[in-house]
Protein backbone atom coordinates (compact mmCIF):
# COMPACT_ATOMS: atom_id res chain seq x y z
CA UNK A 1 0.00 0.00 0.00
CA UNK A 2 1.42 3.43 -1.07
CA UNK A 3 2.18 6.21 1.59
CA UNK A 4 2.91 8.66 -0.83
CA UNK A 5 0.13 11.50 -0.30
CA UNK A 6 -0.47 14.61 -2.17
CA UNK A 7 -1.41 18.10 -0.23
CA UNK A 8 -2.45 20.55 -3.11
CA UNK A 9 -2.93 23.69 -0.84
CA UNK A 10 0.75 23.07 0.68
CA UNK A 11 1.98 22.86 -2.89
CA UNK A 12 0.26 26.19 -3.88
CA UNK A 13 1.53 27.95 -1.06
CA UNK A 14 5.52 26.91 -1.68
CA UNK A 15 5.00 28.52 -4.60
CA UNK A 16 3.29 31.19 -3.58
CA UNK A 17 6.14 31.87 -1.09
CA UNK A 18 8.65 31.19 -3.90
CA UNK A 19 6.78 33.74 -6.08
CA UNK A 20 7.16 36.49 -3.47
CA UNK A 21 10.71 35.81 -2.74
CA UNK A 22 11.20 36.39 -6.70
CA UNK A 23 9.09 39.64 -6.90
CA UNK A 24 10.80 40.89 -3.75
CA UNK A 25 14.60 39.90 -5.01
CA UNK A 26 13.45 41.93 -8.52
CA UNK A 27 12.14 45.01 -6.53
CA UNK A 28 15.24 45.13 -4.05
CA UNK A 29 17.43 45.07 -7.22
CA UNK A 30 15.87 47.30 -9.18
CA UNK A 31 15.76 49.90 -5.92
CA UNK A 32 18.96 49.54 -6.19
CA UNK A 33 19.49 49.88 -10.12
CA UNK A 34 17.69 53.03 -9.50
CA UNK A 35 19.71 54.36 -6.33
CA UNK A 36 23.21 53.50 -8.08
CA UNK A 37 22.17 54.57 -11.68
CA UNK A 38 20.47 58.29 -9.94
CA UNK A 39 23.49 58.57 -8.08
CA UNK A 40 25.90 58.17 -11.02
CA UNK A 41 23.69 60.67 -12.61
CA UNK A 42 23.39 63.21 -9.63
CA UNK A 43 27.36 62.76 -9.41
CA UNK A 44 28.51 63.67 -13.02
CA UNK A 45 25.54 66.77 -13.35
CA UNK A 46 27.28 68.26 -10.00
CA UNK A 47 31.07 67.38 -10.88
CA UNK A 48 29.91 68.38 -14.46
CA UNK A 49 33.56 67.35 -15.63
CA UNK A 50 33.43 69.28 -19.29
CA UNK A 51 31.96 72.80 -17.07
CA UNK A 52 29.20 72.66 -20.03
CA UNK A 53 26.20 72.45 -17.79
CA UNK A 54 23.34 74.80 -16.85
CA UNK A 55 22.68 74.12 -12.77
CA UNK A 56 26.22 72.50 -12.02
CA UNK A 57 28.13 74.71 -9.29
CA UNK A 58 30.61 77.63 -10.31
CA UNK A 59 33.71 75.84 -9.53
CA UNK A 60 37.31 76.16 -11.08
CA UNK A 61 36.97 73.50 -13.42
CA UNK A 62 40.09 71.92 -15.08
CA UNK A 63 40.06 69.63 -18.30
CA UNK A 64 40.47 66.47 -17.59
CA UNK A 65 40.63 65.09 -21.38
CA UNK A 66 42.66 64.63 -24.25
CA UNK A 67 39.47 65.01 -26.08
CA UNK A 68 39.58 68.68 -27.03
CA UNK A 69 35.80 68.26 -28.39
CA UNK A 70 34.33 67.85 -25.07
CA UNK A 71 36.56 70.20 -23.43
CA UNK A 72 37.01 73.45 -25.40
CA UNK A 73 33.13 74.59 -24.92
CA UNK A 74 33.44 75.11 -22.14
CA UNK A 75 36.74 76.74 -21.48
CA UNK A 76 35.35 79.24 -23.99
CA UNK A 77 32.01 79.79 -22.25
CA UNK A 78 34.37 80.67 -19.02
CA UNK A 79 37.70 82.15 -20.23
CA UNK A 80 36.92 84.71 -20.46
CA UNK A 81 39.38 84.68 -23.81
CA UNK A 82 39.52 87.44 -26.91
CA UNK A 83 41.52 85.46 -28.66
CA UNK A 84 42.50 82.53 -30.00
CA UNK A 85 44.24 79.47 -31.88
CA UNK A 86 42.30 77.05 -33.81
CA UNK A 87 43.80 74.32 -35.96
CA UNK A 88 44.89 70.85 -36.20
CA UNK A 89 47.98 69.23 -34.22
CA UNK A 90 50.21 71.43 -36.71
CA UNK A 91 48.80 74.31 -34.32
CA UNK A 92 48.83 73.07 -30.76
CA UNK A 93 52.57 73.92 -29.68
CA UNK A 94 51.91 77.66 -29.85
CA UNK A 95 51.84 79.03 -26.25
CA UNK A 96 49.36 81.26 -25.30
CA UNK A 97 51.03 83.32 -22.81
CA UNK A 98 53.85 84.27 -25.82
CA UNK A 99 50.97 85.03 -28.24
CA UNK A 100 49.40 87.05 -25.06
CA UNK A 101 53.02 89.39 -25.35
CA UNK A 102 53.80 89.16 -29.35
CA UNK A 103 50.14 89.86 -30.36
CA UNK A 104 48.28 91.22 -27.27
CA UNK A 105 45.21 90.17 -25.75
CA UNK A 106 44.50 86.92 -24.13
CA UNK A 107 44.48 83.68 -25.81
CA UNK A 108 43.77 80.01 -25.27
CA UNK A 109 45.00 77.82 -27.83
CA UNK A 110 42.00 75.36 -29.80
CA UNK A 111 43.45 73.59 -31.69
CA UNK A 112 42.25 69.57 -32.10
CA UNK A 113 43.95 66.50 -32.80
CA UNK A 114 42.93 65.32 -35.71
CA UNK A 115 40.40 68.12 -36.22
CA UNK A 116 38.60 68.27 -39.37
CA UNK A 117 37.60 71.38 -41.22
CA UNK A 118 33.95 70.86 -40.32
CA UNK A 119 35.22 70.76 -36.60
CA UNK A 120 37.39 73.64 -36.80
CA UNK A 121 34.36 75.38 -38.08
CA UNK A 122 31.88 74.54 -35.27
CA UNK A 123 34.72 75.57 -32.95
CA UNK A 124 35.75 79.28 -34.40
CA UNK A 125 31.80 79.57 -34.58
CA UNK A 126 31.59 78.85 -31.04
CA UNK A 127 33.94 81.01 -29.93
CA UNK A 128 32.73 83.66 -31.84
CA UNK A 129 29.12 83.83 -30.65
CA UNK A 130 30.12 82.66 -26.86
CA UNK A 131 33.41 84.03 -25.45
CA UNK A 132 31.79 86.54 -23.19
CA UNK A 133 34.59 89.34 -24.18
CA UNK A 134 35.09 90.75 -27.69
CA UNK A 135 37.13 88.87 -29.85
CA UNK A 136 40.46 90.56 -30.49
CA UNK A 137 42.22 87.94 -32.54
CA UNK A 138 41.58 84.54 -34.40
CA UNK A 139 44.74 82.68 -35.35
CA UNK A 140 43.77 79.94 -37.97
CA UNK A 141 46.22 77.25 -38.88
CA UNK A 142 46.20 76.44 -42.66
CA UNK A 143 47.24 72.60 -43.84
CA UNK A 144 45.88 69.50 -45.35
CA UNK A 145 42.64 69.64 -43.62
CA UNK A 146 41.64 72.86 -45.52
CA UNK A 147 43.27 71.81 -48.98
CA UNK A 148 41.43 68.50 -50.50
CA UNK A 149 41.03 70.42 -54.39
CA UNK A 150 37.76 68.28 -55.27
CA UNK A 151 36.21 66.36 -52.32
CA UNK A 152 34.87 67.81 -49.08
CA UNK A 153 36.72 65.87 -46.23
CA UNK A 154 34.88 63.68 -43.74
CA UNK A 155 33.49 65.98 -40.95
CA UNK A 156 34.34 63.40 -38.39
CA UNK A 157 37.23 61.08 -36.90
CA UNK A 158 36.83 58.20 -34.65
CA UNK A 159 37.49 61.34 -31.84
CA UNK A 160 33.67 61.77 -30.65
CA UNK A 161 32.14 65.12 -30.96
CA UNK A 162 29.48 66.23 -28.64
CA UNK A 163 27.00 68.32 -30.38
CA UNK A 164 25.26 68.94 -27.79
CA UNK A 165 27.54 71.32 -26.32
CA UNK A 166 27.29 73.11 -29.30
CA UNK A 167 24.09 74.19 -29.28
CA UNK A 168 22.24 76.75 -27.04
CA UNK A 169 19.71 74.49 -25.56
CA UNK A 170 20.65 74.25 -21.69
CA UNK A 171 18.97 71.20 -20.74
CA UNK A 172 19.67 68.57 -23.90
CA UNK A 173 23.61 67.92 -22.01
CA UNK A 174 22.27 66.30 -19.02
CA UNK A 175 20.85 63.48 -21.59
CA UNK A 176 24.29 62.20 -22.79
CA UNK A 177 25.94 62.03 -18.71
CA UNK A 178 25.22 58.17 -17.87
CA UNK A 179 28.43 56.68 -19.71
CA UNK A 180 31.26 55.77 -18.79
CA UNK A 181 33.57 58.09 -20.41
CA UNK A 182 31.69 60.82 -18.20
CA UNK A 183 31.99 58.75 -15.19
CA UNK A 184 35.64 58.29 -15.19
CA UNK A 185 35.72 62.40 -15.97
CA UNK A 186 34.07 62.97 -13.45
CA UNK A 187 36.27 61.28 -10.79
CA UNK A 188 39.39 62.36 -12.23
CA UNK A 189 37.69 66.26 -11.81
CA UNK A 190 37.28 65.43 -8.30
CA UNK A 191 40.80 63.95 -7.57
CA UNK A 192 42.23 67.53 -9.33
CA UNK A 193 39.73 69.63 -7.33
CA UNK A 194 40.96 67.79 -4.47
CA UNK A 195 44.51 68.38 -5.37
CA UNK A 196 44.81 64.68 -5.02
CA UNK A 197 46.40 64.32 -8.48
CA UNK A 198 48.27 67.30 -10.79
CA UNK A 199 46.46 68.96 -13.49
CA UNK A 200 47.43 67.34 -16.50
CA UNK A 201 46.42 70.72 -19.13
CA UNK A 202 46.70 74.10 -18.71
CA UNK A 203 44.07 76.11 -18.27
CA UNK A 204 44.52 77.85 -21.74
CA UNK A 205 43.55 75.04 -24.06
CA UNK A 206 47.71 74.42 -24.41
CA UNK A 207 48.96 70.90 -24.92
CA UNK A 208 52.28 69.51 -25.48
CA UNK A 209 51.77 66.33 -27.13
CA UNK A 210 55.06 65.66 -28.40
CA UNK A 211 57.67 63.62 -26.87
CA UNK A 212 60.26 65.65 -24.72
CA UNK A 213 63.03 66.94 -26.73
CA UNK A 214 65.41 64.74 -24.41
CA UNK A 215 64.68 61.44 -26.09
CA UNK A 216 64.45 62.80 -29.92
CA UNK A 217 66.79 60.72 -32.06
CA UNK A 218 67.64 62.67 -34.98
CA UNK A 219 68.45 59.25 -37.06
CA UNK A 220 64.89 58.08 -36.10
CA UNK A 221 63.09 61.61 -37.04
CA UNK A 222 65.20 61.50 -40.90
CA UNK A 223 63.43 57.79 -41.12
CA UNK A 224 59.95 58.80 -40.20
CA UNK A 225 60.86 61.74 -42.93
CA UNK A 226 61.90 60.43 -45.64
CA UNK A 227 60.54 56.68 -45.33
CA UNK A 228 57.67 57.84 -47.47
CA UNK A 229 58.98 60.71 -49.33
CA UNK A 230 58.49 61.64 -52.92
CA UNK A 231 62.27 63.19 -53.32
CA UNK A 232 65.46 61.35 -53.55
CA UNK A 233 68.45 61.53 -51.04
CA UNK A 234 70.75 63.12 -50.57
CA UNK A 235 68.53 66.63 -50.34
CA UNK A 236 69.94 69.38 -52.16
CA UNK A 237 70.00 71.95 -49.10
CA UNK A 238 68.61 74.65 -51.94
CA UNK A 239 66.26 72.64 -53.72
CA UNK A 240 63.19 74.51 -54.58
CA UNK A 241 59.89 73.43 -55.84
CA UNK A 242 58.95 72.86 -58.93
CA UNK A 243 56.63 75.26 -60.44
CA UNK A 244 53.33 74.72 -60.25
CA UNK A 245 51.23 72.90 -62.48
CA UNK A 246 47.89 74.49 -64.10
CA UNK A 247 44.81 74.29 -61.56
CA UNK A 248 42.45 72.15 -62.55
CA UNK A 249 38.76 73.77 -63.51
CA UNK A 250 37.53 70.56 -60.57
CA UNK A 251 39.90 71.96 -58.21
CA UNK A 252 37.55 74.51 -56.01
CA UNK A 253 38.81 73.51 -52.25
CA UNK A 254 34.83 73.41 -51.08
CA UNK A 255 36.04 72.56 -47.70
CA UNK A 256 37.36 76.49 -47.95
CA UNK A 257 33.38 77.30 -47.68
CA UNK A 258 33.16 75.96 -43.74
CA UNK A 259 36.37 78.75 -43.02
CA UNK A 260 34.24 81.30 -44.90
CA UNK A 261 31.41 80.78 -43.02
CA UNK A 262 33.16 80.81 -39.57
CA UNK A 263 35.35 83.97 -40.42
CA UNK A 264 31.43 85.58 -40.98
CA UNK A 265 30.54 84.33 -38.14
CA UNK A 266 33.24 86.44 -36.53
CA UNK A 267 33.28 90.57 -35.57
CA UNK A 268 34.25 92.80 -38.60
CA UNK A 269 36.92 94.51 -36.17
CA UNK A 270 38.49 90.76 -35.48
CA UNK A 271 42.36 90.54 -36.76
CA UNK A 272 41.40 87.09 -38.61
CA UNK A 273 45.23 85.26 -39.25
CA UNK A 274 45.68 82.49 -41.88
CA UNK A 275 49.21 80.64 -41.56
CA UNK A 276 49.65 78.29 -43.54
CA UNK A 277 51.79 75.84 -41.56
CA UNK A 278 55.29 74.99 -41.95
CA UNK A 279 55.17 71.52 -43.12
CA UNK A 280 58.89 69.65 -43.54
CA UNK A 281 60.60 70.66 -47.33
CA UNK A 282 60.35 66.74 -48.18
CA UNK A 283 56.38 67.92 -48.54
CA UNK A 284 56.78 70.84 -50.61
CA UNK A 285 59.33 69.36 -53.29
CA UNK A 286 56.57 66.54 -54.54
CA UNK A 287 54.99 68.45 -57.46
CA UNK A 288 51.82 66.96 -56.62
CA UNK A 289 51.92 68.23 -53.24
CA UNK A 290 53.20 71.86 -53.88
CA UNK A 291 50.55 72.13 -56.67
CA UNK A 292 47.63 71.49 -54.28
CA UNK A 293 49.35 73.39 -51.69
CA UNK A 294 49.95 76.40 -54.49
CA UNK A 295 46.46 76.45 -55.46
CA UNK A 296 45.22 76.17 -52.96
CA UNK A 297 46.65 79.17 -51.11
CA UNK A 298 45.60 81.43 -54.29
CA UNK A 299 42.37 79.80 -53.47
CA UNK A 300 42.50 80.98 -49.33
CA UNK A 301 43.84 84.47 -50.41
CA UNK A 302 40.51 85.26 -52.81
CA UNK A 303 38.46 84.50 -49.95
CA UNK A 304 40.88 86.90 -47.72
CA UNK A 305 40.34 89.83 -50.56
CA UNK A 306 36.37 89.57 -49.84
CA UNK A 307 36.44 90.31 -46.17
CA UNK A 308 37.96 92.87 -44.08
CA UNK A 309 40.82 92.50 -41.37
CA UNK A 310 42.38 89.39 -42.82
CA UNK A 311 46.06 88.16 -43.41
CA UNK A 312 47.24 85.15 -44.68
CA UNK A 313 50.79 84.58 -43.54
CA UNK A 314 52.49 81.07 -45.33
CA UNK A 315 55.18 79.70 -43.73
CA UNK A 316 54.69 76.34 -46.16
CA UNK A 317 57.52 77.62 -48.24
CA UNK A 318 61.10 76.62 -48.25
CA UNK A 319 62.67 78.37 -45.18
CA UNK A 320 65.61 77.85 -42.67
CA UNK A 321 62.95 75.58 -40.60
CA UNK A 322 61.06 73.61 -43.19
CA UNK A 323 64.89 72.44 -44.55
CA UNK A 324 65.80 71.40 -40.98
CA UNK A 325 65.46 67.92 -40.76
CA UNK A 326 66.42 68.25 -37.23
CA UNK A 327 63.40 70.79 -36.06
CA UNK A 328 61.08 68.20 -37.06
CA UNK A 329 59.59 64.75 -35.61
CA UNK A 330 57.67 63.41 -39.03
CA UNK A 331 57.21 65.74 -41.87
CA UNK A 332 54.41 67.88 -40.14
CA UNK A 333 54.98 68.49 -36.19
CA UNK A 334 57.83 70.36 -35.75
CA UNK A 335 59.48 70.06 -32.49
CA UNK A 336 58.36 72.67 -29.76
CA UNK A 337 61.24 74.53 -29.22
CA UNK A 338 60.37 75.98 -32.92
CA UNK A 339 57.25 77.38 -31.52
CA UNK A 340 58.77 80.16 -30.41
CA UNK A 341 59.89 81.08 -34.01
CA UNK A 342 56.99 80.82 -35.60
CA UNK A 343 54.69 82.77 -33.46
CA UNK A 344 57.62 85.89 -34.01
CA UNK A 345 57.17 84.97 -37.20
CA UNK A 346 53.47 86.06 -37.45
CA UNK A 347 54.01 88.78 -35.15
CA UNK A 348 56.19 90.35 -37.74
CA UNK A 349 53.92 89.72 -40.23
CA UNK A 350 51.20 91.21 -38.31
CA UNK A 351 52.20 93.79 -35.77
CA UNK A 352 55.45 94.48 -37.50
CA UNK A 353 53.97 95.22 -41.28
CA UNK A 354 56.73 92.94 -42.60
CA UNK A 355 56.27 91.59 -46.16
CA UNK A 356 58.46 88.59 -45.53
CA UNK A 357 61.02 87.31 -43.24
CA UNK A 358 63.23 84.08 -43.01
CA UNK A 359 60.65 82.11 -42.47
CA UNK A 360 57.37 83.65 -43.72
CA UNK A 361 55.66 85.52 -46.69
CA UNK A 362 52.86 87.36 -46.69
CA UNK A 363 50.40 86.40 -49.14
CA UNK A 364 47.24 89.12 -48.49
CA UNK A 365 47.59 92.14 -46.25
CA UNK A 366 45.20 92.55 -43.28
CA UNK A 367 43.22 95.79 -44.46
CA UNK A 368 40.51 97.16 -42.13
CA UNK A 369 38.80 99.31 -44.34
CA UNK A 370 35.91 98.17 -46.24
Same mark, same amino acid.
Given at each position: ?????????? /???????? /????? $???? =???????? =????????????????????????? $? +???????? &??????? $??????????????????????????????????????????????????? /??HTPVPVRTVVVGMDMDWCSPKVPLARLTPHPFPPWEYDDDPLNDYAHLLNTRAIVHSIREVLTL?????????? #??????? *??????????????????????? *???? +?????? %?? *?? *? /? #?? !?????????? %????????????? =????????????????????????????? %??????? !?? @?????????????? %? &????? +????????????????? @???????????? =?????????
Amino acid at each position: MSTFSSDPSA /ALSADAAE /ARDWR $RFIA =VLLAVTAV =VVLSAFAFVAIVDPYDSLAFSPRWN $R +HRVTTNER &YAFPGMI $RHGRFDSAVFGTSTMMLLQPAELDRRLGGRFANFAMSYGTAWEQGQMMKFF /AGHTPVPVRTVVVGMDMDWCSPKVPLARLTPHPFPPWEYDDDPLNDYAHLLNTRAIVHSIREVLTLAHVVRPEFQD #DGYYRFT *PDDSLYDPQRARRTIYGNAAVAL *PLDP +HAEPPP %AS *PR *P /A #DW !TFPDLALLAH %ALDALPTETRKIL =VFVPVHISVLLDPGQWSQFSHCKEAVVDL %AKTRRNV !TV @VDLMRPSPLTRNDE %A &YWDTV +HYRVRHASEIIDAIGSA @VDDGRESGPLFE =VLWPRRSGA
